[in-house]
């Protein structure tokens, strides 16, 4: 059976910078560079609950657990920063216009998308904590001079790179000790063709 929990923080504080610069050194070039940091804290966030669950010592959660008799545990996360949210990420993107004439144009266009380490659920053990990743994406564009449709060729995740997005931890000791974490995931490397027609 599976339970889905919906829980309130007490209060968080968010404070972050955010930039985003595009430039175009030549009329057939393009590149953009976008960073953010943000710094975020649980202010309050304790709740209570029927079992100590993921947040037993064994697990190494960085939460702290207090029995309150009868079965039941009050946990509190307060500190601790927000989940599946990095100190840092951003992007970068390049693109090139090669242009064909009466023949219509190509445009090449790579891009790289990163983010620092972060905490992937509020269980807060050692295994649900993910590192920092890049991942690098291509793709050929051609477009006819005139005509309604585009031509792509594409490559996304090209160094096949794992990046996990969220997730909770299972009641099962894995080889560093700690619970396993079972964990959602991105696409692996895709590449394919793909068409675009405009009515």
């Known amino acids: 059976m599976t339970t889905l929990l919906t829980r309130n923080v007490g209060n968080a504080t968010i404070r972050g910078l955010s930039t985003d610069l595009t430039v175009k050194p030549t ?30 010592a064994a697990g190494g959660s960085r939460c702290t657990p207090t029995a309150t008799g009868g079965g039941f545990f009050n946990i509190d996360c307060s500190g601790l920063p927000l989940p599946r949210t990095p100190r840092w990420s951003g992007s970068a993107s390049a693109e090139h216009v090669f242009e064909l004439g009466g023949a219509g144009d190509l445009r090449l266009t790579g891009d790289m998308v990163f983010a620092s380490s972060r905490w992937l659920s509020i269980d807060y053990v050692p295994n649900g904590r993910d590192d920092a990743y890049q991942t690098y994406n291509a793709a050929l564009e051609y477009r006819p001079a005139s ?20 997730g909770s931890s299972i009641p099962f000791a894995a080889p560093n000790g700690f619970n396993y974490f079972a964990a959602n995931i991105l696409p692996p490397r895709t590449y394919g063709l793909r068409a675009r027609v405009d009515f």
């Open 27 to 56: 009329p057939l070039d393009t590149v953009r560079l976008a960073v953010e940091y943000n710094h975020s804290r649980y202010d309050d966030f304790s709740n209570s609950q029927f079992g100590i669950g993921s947040y037993a």
């Open 147 to 166: 005509g309604n449709f585009s031509l792509t060729a594409f490559m996304n995740n090209i160094t096949d790179t794992a990046v996990y997005t969220g």
